[in-house]
């Protein structure tokens, strides 16, 4: 994971400190071993860069290092480089104007130390803030048996990030989804980091999960040995594992395949398939297989990890009503609305729905911002939980 960004972090490590030295503590400090001193937090970020970059597999068995190296770059390195930002427009702006003062100072300070406080508090208690969102639904092709069918959706879970002293928030989740009294839990991928040792802490917890009609769940991005480092028996035995745990939690783990839910004489199907990515995230979807033995207009819902399959694969090769996934986790930031998953992915949070003729019923793709993450940091985009309630337009 750092390894992917080390050049970026050394430069703006560099770069801060150059700019600070000669703008401000060359002017103020005589001394050569106090400016040396104003250096060390900047040295400790270094050899943390390089320790963890040294890292194979995307993040380490042990992430509080990960965790706590992330939170000093949150709150030393990124304010001081709005900070030098700032100065340096400021100083920029001065010159050309003419000025004696260099605004660009105070206003850098005043942005350095909000971010400061919005990387607290995403840190402690963004990440903590679970919402329960309802979402109701009609549709002309629902059978009338299953008007009021209520669907629990999550996804992320990322249960790596949950040591001991985080735990109880997962106990506040599993919780919060029991108390909705649902017919169906849908879970929608990366249940995991990297290994799936990291579900032996919390899997008691997972196991109380229950509905009517069980918990289905789709394997994501994470779920899969493309962050692990290893041979490839390793990582073919890691899949292996990580569904044959979800398995033993009492879910049903679909892969390319379906279920049919009964209620009398009428029905619905559910259809879950691998991980349909886009590069460099795994692309082992078989619609043709999960369709298999689906009749034409059977009220379908879709369980996919990675929205993008949607409008790639979903909208023109399946029947599907409804679609649910996760993956973007709302960039687990969002400033004023703008949230940066909407670079990548035109679909990146919430619901969208699409029909192809004005006259025609809309079909719907729900993208939940999740419950984890690889970093335990949330701020403006809350972990969530979502209640999706299904009514029949046949009444």
């Excluded at 700019?19 to 970020?45: E, G, H, N, Q």
């Excluded at 687990?332 to 619901?351: S, V």
């Amino acid at each position: 994971m750092i390894a992917r960004i080390l050049i970026p972090i050394l430069l703006a490590v560099l770069l801060t400190d150059l700019y600070i030295d000669r703008r401000f503590t060359r002017r103020r400090c005589s001394s050569r071993w106090k400016r040396c001193l104003w250096l060390l937090p900047s040295v400790a970020i270094y050899i943390l860069s390089f320790l963890l970059a040294s890292e194979k597999s995307f993040v380490p068995a042990d992430v509080l290092y990960i965790h706590l190296y992330l939170l000093l770059l949150g709150v030393y390195l990124l304010p001081r480089l709005l900070f030098v930002v700032c100065s340096a427009v400021g100083w920029g702006i001065r010159v050309m104007a003419g000025k004696k003062d260099n605004w660009g100072n105070l206003v850098g300070f005043a942005v350095a130390v909000t971010c400061v406080v919005m990387v607290v508090y995403g840190a402690t208690i963004g990440w903590r803030n679970l919402q329960v969102k309802h979402v109701h639904l009609t549709f002309s092709q629902l059978p009338p048996a299953f008007d009021g069918y209520r669907i629990v959706h999550f996804s992320d879970f990322h249960a790596g990030t949950f040591a001991a002293p985080l735990r109880d928030f997962v106990e506040e989740a599993v919780d919060s989804m029991l108390a909705q009294q649902a017919d169906l839990i849908c879970f929608t991928g990366d249940i995991q980091n990297v290994r799936p040792e990291e579900l032996r802490p919390v899997a008691y917890l997972l196991s109380a999960l229950s509905a009517k009609d069980g918990v289905c769940s789709v394997m994501g991005n994470h779920d899969y040995s493309m962050y692990l480092h290893a041979d490839s028996a390793t990582r073919a035995a890691s899949e292996q594992a990580t569904a044959k745990a979800e398995e033993a939690m009492g879910w049903h783990v679909l892969r390319n395949s379906h279920r049919v839910i009964h209620r009398g004489n009428d029905s619905i199907f559910v259809v879950g398939t691998e991980n349909d990515g886009q590069p460099p995230f795994p692309s082992k979807a078989n619609w043709q297989q999960a369709l298999a033995g689906v009749p034409q207009g059977a009220f379908t819902l879709v369980l996919q990890h990675d929205p993008s399959a949607w409008r790639r694969n979903v909208l023109p090769h399946t029947q599907a009503a409804l679609t649910l996934s996760g993956h973007t986790h709302g960039g687990q930031f969002g400033l004023f609305g703008w949230r940066p998953t909407q670079w990548r992915y035109p679909d990146d949070l919430g619901l969208y729905s699409h029909s192809e003729k004005a006259a025609e019923e809309p079909r719907y793709l729900y993208i939940t911002a999740g419950l984890g993450g690889v970093v335990p940091f949330r701020l403006g985009v809350n972990p969530e939980i979502t209640v999706i309630t299904l009514h029949s337009a046949k009444q």
